[in-house]
């Protein structure tokens, strides 16, 4: 039966290992579909690359004239036509050097006068400060002194209580005029801090002045440069001339009318203006030569067709209607600047009003000082005069001296507010200044909106620049009406082709989302299958757990029936050694009983023939007390030989009762040995039957495996169908790019063979234009199969992401598995309280051979599995790349966003995918608890079908669960 059993369990670790041999080619062919997944999203983001170049092309020629540059001046057209171009451009950049210059020097000056003004304001603060504290300690010593005098004066004589009253009020009118000055003092300060207030926000919007006549330089340089772009593709050079003096007049109006700007800049731009100067010149003399050259192969490209000039004449309409959309957009801009530096110059105006006003309290103020200083040394004198008369000479040279004291200090205090004012004189000044220069920037302001009224004219010069391009579109229809019947069957020929492609591109479509839901249909069938898989897992790990039990119970069965067996028979040979001694000393003393016997009887016959012999004779008498003393010593042998042989029948007692009990023993224990030997044929029942269940588990496994496999290949055909898609879809799409290059080629031909015209153009301009937008729909379509194909890409990395967990998991759960046999293997062999039972020579080398191929499987696993963990980190750095040139291409926006494609047809909406997949990313706790509801339902099935102790099955599973919770944590 151990052999049957061993057999079991090594079929069973074969199908173990059949298993990780098919979870190592599923991992394989994971593998593989991310390959096949990366070049998709290679060739998606090179298709995407070809489209975004074609969209770059389209926009190219709309960037060509953004800003017209049209108008005139008399004067730098006199100075071209007579010295040249490159002499009036050098005149004008020499003119705004200077301007440049005399800038610098007035900002110098600007920022130098603001300096010193800074500087004299705070000078003025700390000296007001000093002074405030002056007069608080002046007040404090007048305070004094005039407690000093009441307290000195005797209050008793009237005479000298009423000088003390005049003393005391006059004291205290002096005192009121020191507070007056000190508040007076306070004011000023206010002011001077309102004052520097005042400069610091002149100051800033001095600042804010620079940086918007900063960024109307940045425009005129781009509009110079587009200005450039424009020259560029016009032949003649009148008109040439003629943008180089609006352009290079817009300059100097411009740098003139900056005089708050940085002087590093404008040196730069006169630089970058000499060197498009230059490149002017080489362009006109190229453009010569190109004219030259295109004159030549008119002749020989005659053949060629018109559809190039076609689309790059509604190009040039579409540009000059984005040109003239923007001018205006920059007319209404350069309003509101001119607004803002009118509410700016209207704020300064208030603000230069309101320091005129404070300027003129403050003289007031001076003016009523001054009288009130006057008024009150008239007053002292008289008070002196009055003391004089009145006051004893001592107190009178006390008073005298403080009160010259006092005028000192009042004295010097005239002398700092003398200076405080020419001070305040010097600030009017430089007030005065301030106004020049803000009439200045009034100035600039009127040369700014003269050049706003010259941007207009622009305007107006670019809507007849417009209506010269109008007129030449309708030559250009005129030619190309000629030139219809020659490319009507061309046109007819790849209007099939197209409408063939988008058949084909449909159909394509079609297979596609067929594909999708068969592919999700198998994602969900694999699903099911791996979470069957997972429970049969844990059926089969049950199963050979109960199995080790009870092989464990078995072993420990079989050591104490072998024990129980041993002591049995040890018991008998003890019994029937005992029965042996006991017979042979029963023996040995009926032996000894019988010799005396036959002694007693001898003694019995010599004791007659004594007492015959007494009779008889008495001569005897020595002999019959030897005798007696025999008889004695005969009696006292005979009772020491009875109380022997009681003790030995006690004995013989003893030891039968002895053989009873250990009979009774034995035959306890036979009867123990009978009920475990049963209990052992039903638990070797119960195993007999657990491997059979554990066969059928296995079976169906295998089963579900098989069918795994096939919907897993199936699922690789499609995807092998789905990648020939692919690249049927992106090899016509290279087609429609061959024919748009055609396209091309041929409108420039149409503009080499400007000469030959015709009558019949309307009717294949109209043709072209469907063209162009029926190419523009495909394109359109393209974008969005594109973006379809981006999105079943990303559903098949989280797919793919997913079935990376899942193999990770079972990957765990077949390593925990595996170190849980090897554990109870170890268990089994190194306990010292079990009996291990020989099951035979070969049983043993068959086990270390297995276990030996276990743990180099297991290596394997942990090979393959470092290995898997390098390419997934591969795929996540590949994936991060991927996504990073995604985020700088608008290739794919976020999927809760709606994308918009606007391509001559309005806007087209694609709606918000809905991933299948989500659902599978579930919280841990959500797993937990499914993985719990699936044991309990498990378990209850289980014992259900089984008859063994529900308590060891309950602890069993609160183990599962505690390690499975650790493993989690």
Sequence with gaps: MMRVKAEEVDALQEQLQFLKDDLMKYIDIADEKSQEVDALQEKLESSQESLDKLQGEFGVLRELLLHGIAGSDEELRKEVDECGVAQAVKKLVSREKANVEM????????TQELSATQQEVLRLQEDIQVKDA?????????QTLLQKTSSEVPIEHSFGRTINEDVTSVLDHIVAEIRCLHEENHRALQDATHFRTLTETLRSEMESLSLENANLRTERSSSKELGDTTLQ?????????????MFCQTDHTEEHDAPEKGQVELTQEKEQ???????????????????????????????????????????????????????????????????????????????????????????????????KRTALEERCKALQEQVACRVPQHDYDVVSADLVRASARLQEFEMEKEDLSDRIQNLSDRNGQLEVEASHLVSQFSVLKEQADMLTSDNESFQSLVETLTHSRQALEHELRSQQEQHTKVVKELENKLSRSTDELKAADTELASLTSKYESLQQKHNEIVYKYRSLEEQFHFATEEKNQLKVKCEQLESECASLQETAAFLKKQ?????????????SLKQEHEELKQQFHRLKAEHHKTEERLVSAAAYEQQSTVLRTQLEDAKAVISSLKESSEENVHEIINLRRETDELK?????????????????????????????????AAETLSGELEELKIQHEEALHSKLQLRSEI???????????QQVQNWRSYIKDIENNKSLGSENQGSEMTRLELELQHTAKTLHQIGLQNETLIADLNKALEEKKHLQHQLADTQRNLQAREDQILQLHTNIASSSDSYIINMGPAAQPQLDQKLFELQQANEVLLSNWKQEQQRRRLIEEELDSSILRKSRTPLYTAPSEQHHLLLREGIVKIPETNYSITRQFKSHAYKLRRWFQGRQRHCHLLISRRKFGPLALGVYLVLIHIWLLMSLL
């Excluded at 800038?103 to 600007?110: A, P, V």
């Excluded at 002056?134 to 007048?142: E, K």
């Excluded at 009148?238 to 003096?245: A, E, H, L, Q, T």
Aim: hydrophobic residues 30%; proline residues 1%.
């Design 103 to 110: 800038l610098k020097s007035l900002l110098d000056k600007q």
């Design 134 to 142: 002056d007069l608080m300690q002046c007040l404090y010593t007048l």
């Design 233 to 245: 593709g016009v032949p003649e050079n009148k008109n040439v001339k003629d943008k180089i003096d």
């Design 273 to 371: 203006l000499q060197s498009q100067v230059l490149l002017l010149q080489a362009e006109l003399t190229e453009l010569q030569t190109k004219r030259a050259a295109t004159e030549a192969q008119q002749s020989s490209e005659a053949s060629r067709t018109p559809q190039s000039e076609i689309e790059e004449i509604k190009k040039d309409l579409s540009a000059t209607k984005v040109k003239s959309g923007r001018m205006l957009t920059k007319l209404k801009m350069f309003k509101e600047k001119t607004e803002k530096m009118e509410g700016e110059m209207k704020r300064l105006y208030e603000s230069n009003k309101e320091l005129e006003e404070r300027w003129a309290q403050h003289e007031e103020w001076q003016r009523e000082d001054a009288e």
């Design 575 to 587: 019994a029937s050694a005992t029965e042996q001694e006991s017979m042979e000393f029963v023996g």
């Design 664 to 696: 009774k023993s034995l035959a306890l224990s036979l009867e123990e040995f009978d009920a475990k030997e049963k209990k052992w044929m039903q638990e070797r029942n119960q195993l007999k039957h657990i491997g059979e269940h554990l066969k059928e």
């Design 727 to 737: 690249e049927e879809t992106q090899k016509e799409k290279k087609a429609l790019a």
